[in-house]
C-alpha cells in the first residue's frame, strides 16, 4: 500500500506542477503587463513599482515563477480589476458555492442512478430494462441548458414552485460567510432561520436536478452493464446453484463487484459535473465558479481567469487522487496488479 501511494502521490505533484507552470504562462499569455495580470495592480499605481520588485519583475523567468509560487501557496492570489478584491478570498466563497450545488447534485445522481442500474440489470432484455435504458439515453442526450429552460418554464413559471436566480432571497438578510448557502443560514443571527433555510432550499431544488440528470444517466447505465457482465461471472452461477435466491445474489456477489468497476469512473462523473456547473450556474445566477469565471471573462478579469482555470483544474485532480487511494485501498487487487504487491 505504501508503494501504491507513493506512486499517486508523486503523479499528482508532477500534476500540480504542471499545472502550476501552465498558470504561471498565462500571465505572459493574456493581452497587457504581466505584473498586472498576476497582481491585478496597474501600471499607473503608486504600489506597481513595489509590487514588480516583490513579483520578480526585473529578474529571469526562474525567479519569477518562484515568486509566483511563494505568492501562490501564501494566498496571494492578486487583486480583481474589476472591484479590486482580493482575488483568493473571492475565489473560495465562489468555490464553495460550486461545491455544495456538485456534491448535492452527485448524492442525487448516485442514490437513483445505482438502484436503477441494478434494476434493469435484473430485468434484462425484458420491457421494464428496454424502458430504463431508453430514458437514460434521453436524459444523457438532452443538453443542459435546453433542459434548464424546460423545466424552468414548467417548474418556475407554469407552476410557480421554484425560485430561478440566485440561493435565497435578500429579504433574509443572511450574510454570505463561507459561500454555502445552507451553511451561512446555519451560521446567520436571523430571527427567520427556519424560513430562511426554506427558501434557500426552493433556490437550490432545481440547480440541482438539472445537474444531477446527466451524471445520474451515466451511472445507470455504467452499473447496469457491470451488474450485468457480474450476473454472468462463474462465481454468481455458482452462488445460484448453491441455492441463493436472485436478491442474495445480487446484493452478495453482483452489486459490490460491479461497484468497482463504476468507482473508477466517478473521476469522468466529477469532471462532468463541474463542467455542466459552469452552464447552470451562468443559468439561475448561481454564484459559483462557473459563474464566476464567465463573467470574469466578459469583464477581462485576467487574474480571476487564472484563478478560476487554477481552482477547477486543481478540484479535478485532488478528486481523482481521492478516488485512486480509495480504490486501491478497498480494492488490493489494484494495487497487486501495478506493483505485484500487498
Same mark, same amino acid.
Given at each position: 500500500m505504501t508503494r501504491y501511494l507513493l506512486g499517486r502521490l508523486s503523479v499528482f505533484i508532477i500534476a500540480v506542477f504542471l499545472l502550476t507552470l501552465f498558470s504561471f504562462s498565462?500571465?505572459?499569455?493574456? &493581452?497587457?503587463? &504581466?505584473?498586472?495580470?498576476?497582481?491585478?495592480?496597474?501600471?499607473? =499605481?503608486?504600489?506597481? &513599482?513595489?509590487?514588480?520588485?516583490?513579483?520578480?519583475?526585473? /529578474?529571469?523567468?526562474?525567479?519569477?515563477?518562484?515568486?509566483?509560487?511563494?505568492?501562490?501557496?501564501?494566498?496571494?492570489?492578486?487583486?480583481?480589476?474589476?472591484?479590486?478584491?482580493?482575488?483568493?478570498a473571492d475565489g473560495i466563497q465562489h468555490f464553495m458555492a460550486s461545491i455544495e450545488l456538485i456534491l448535492m447534485a452527485l448524492l442525487v445522481a448516485v442514490l437513483f442512478g445505482l438502484p436503477l442500474g441494478v434494476f434493469a440489470a435484473s430485468r434484462f432484455r425484458q420491457r421494464s430494462d428496454q424502458t430504463v435504458i431508453s430514458l437514460a439515453m434521453v436524459g444523457y442526450s438532452i443538453p443542459v441548458f435546453w433542459l434548464a429552460q424546460l423545466l424552468i418554464l414548467l417548474f418556475a413559471i407554469k407552476l410557480g414552485w421554484f425560485p430561478i436566480t440566485g440561493q435565497i432571497n435578500p429579504l433574509y438578510g443572511v450574510e454570505p460567510k463561507t459561500g454555502s448557502i445552507l451553511i451561512d443560514v446555519f451560521l446567520s443571527d436571523s430571527d427567520y432561520k427556519a424560513a430562511a433555510l426554506q427558501d434557500a432550499l426552493n433556490h437550490i431544488v432545481l440547480p440541482v436536478i438539472i445537474l444531477a440528470i446527466m451524471p445520474m444517466m451515466l451511472l445507470l447505465r455504467l452499473m447496469r452493464n457491470a451488474t450485468q457482465e457480474m450476473l454472468q461471472k462463474p462465481f454468481v452461477k455458482a452462488a445460484r446453484a448453491r441455492g441463493l435466491n436472485e436478491f442474495r445474489v445480487l446484493v452478495k456477489h453482483a452489486i459490490p463487484n460491479a461497484v468497482q468497476s463504476v468507482l473508477q469512473q466517478?473521476?469522468?462523473?466529477?469532471?462532468?459535473?463541474?463542467?455542466?456547473?459552469?452552464?447552470?450556474?451562468? +443559468?439561475?445566477?448561481?454564484?459559483?465558479?462557473?459563474?464566476?469565471? +464567465?463573467?470574469?471573462?466578459?469583464?477581462?478579469?485576467? &487574474?480571476?481567469? /487564472?484563478? %478560476?482555470?487554477?481552482?477547477? %483544474?486543481?478540484? +479535478?485532480?485532488?478528486?481523482?487522487?481521492?478516488?485512486?487511494?480509495?480504490?486501491?485501498?478497498?480494492?488490493?487487487?489494484?494495487?497487486?496488479? =501495478?506493483?505485484?504487491?500487498r
Open positions: 498565462l500571465n505572459y499569455l493574456f &493581452p497587457g503587463d &504581466p505584473i498586472t495580470n498576476m497582481s491585478g495592480i496597474r501600471s499607473f =499605481q503608486s504600489s506597481y &513599482p513595489l509590487m514588480a520588485e516583490l513579483r520578480g519583475g526585473d /529578474q529571469n523567468l526562474g525567479i519569477q515563477y518562484l515568486s509566483y509560487l511563494q505568492h501562490l501557496f501564501a494566498g496571494d492570489w492578486g487583486l480583481s480589476l474589476s472591484n479590486g478584491t482580493p482575488v483568493f466517478t473521476t469522468l462523473i466529477f469532471s462532468l459535473l463541474l463542467t455542466n456547473s459552469i452552464v447552470v450556474e451562468s +443559468i439561475f445566477n448561481w454564484p459559483g465558479m462557473g459563474n464566476w469565471l +464567465i463573467r470574469s471573462i466578459f469583464e477581462r478579469d485576467y &487574474p480571476i481567469i /487564472q484563478a %478560476a482555470v487554477l481552482m477547477f %483544474a486543481f478540484v +479535478i485532480l485532488f478528486f481523482n487522487l481521492l478516488v485512486e487511494l480509495y480504490h486501491g485501498w478497498r480494492f488490493p487487487i489494484v494495487r497487486h496488479e =501495478q506493483y505485484a504487491t
